[in-house]
């Protein structure tokens, strides 16, 4: 089992940054793929990006390109979402999530493991 903790969310105005970290524990984290989604409410469960155990990247959604940034720190055990030039539209609950696999997809069935969450509220 693998259990994931996010946090780094909270209230930041448009335009600003903010880095979540999400830190596993019960396996290493490494040889997994780590996606970060995010959901509005009244909107469904969406893709952000993903980072392979390889560390290929998949951005997901023309939205967040060239703004958020996915890392990772296998000493660690942990995978980072940069965010830049937030936008109220980046105002949702963001969440972590891993899968025992070699690529990357922006489904959200495809992955096993999910942490609790974190709120992000850009506001004007």
């Known amino acids: 089992q693998v259990q994931l903790v996010e946090s780094g969310g909270g209230l930041v105005e448009a335009g600003g940054s903010l880095r979540l970290s999400c830190v596993a524990s019960?396996?290493?984290?490494?040889?997994?793929?780590t996606g970060w989604f995010r959901q509005a409410p009244g909107r469904e469960r969406e893709a952000v990006s993903c980072?392979?155990?390889?560390?290929?990247?998949?951005n997901y959604g023309v939205s967040v390109e060239g703004r958020f940034t996915i890392s990772r720190d296998n000493a660690k055990n942990a995978v980072y979402l940069q965010m830049n030039s937030l936008k109220l539209e980046d105002t949702a609950v963001y969440f972590c999530?891993?899968?025992?696999?070699?690529?990357?997809?922006?489904?959200?069935?495809?992955?096993?493991?999910w942490g609790q969450g974190t709120q992000v509220t850009v506001s004007s």
């Open positions: 980072i392979s155990s390889t560390h290929t990247v998949r």
């Open positions: 999530a891993a899968v025992d696999y070699y690529y990357c997809s922006p489904s959200v069935s495809f992955f096993d493991y």
């Open positions: 019960g396996r290493p984290i490494a040889w997994k793929v």
